[in-house]
Nanobody
């Protein structure tokens, strides 16, 4: 059974930073591409970033490129999303998810309960 548990969400001021973590369990984690999507109230789900299992190739949405960094520690079955220069429009619930095709930001397979990120002064 796939289990993904996100943490690290918080209230932060514009320009601030956060690091989200996602611990994976119950499946062959290292075989999957894995990433993050977010969803704000009244808005569609938006793929944020993804990292492949084989070569660690990374992909970012244009809206976060240059500000967010995704990484994975396969020894700890953990995925991280480092978020810098946060903007109010980054406010959303962030979900960690496995993916069958990293690059399209849509082929999410399983995801966790999410963690709330709020960017506000």
């Amino acid at each position: 059974q796939v289990e993904l548990m996100e943490s690290g969400g918080n209230l932060v001021r514009p320009g601030g930073s956060l690091r989200l973590s996602c611990i994976a369990s119950g499946f062959a984690y290292s075989y999957y591409d894995i990433g993050w999507f977010r969803q704000a109230p009244g808005k569609e789900r938006e793929g944020v970033s993804c990292i492949t299992n084989l070569h660690g190739d990374t992909y970012y949405a244009d809206s976060v490129k240059g500000r967010f960094t995704i990484s994975r520690d396969d020894r700890k079955n953990t995925i991280y999303l480092h978020m810098n220069s946060l903007k109010p429009e980054d406010t959303a619930v962030y979900y960690c998810a496995t993916s069958s095709e990293c690059r399209d930001f849509k082929s999410w397979l399983s995801w966790g309960q999410g963690t709330q990120v709020t960017v506000s002064s």
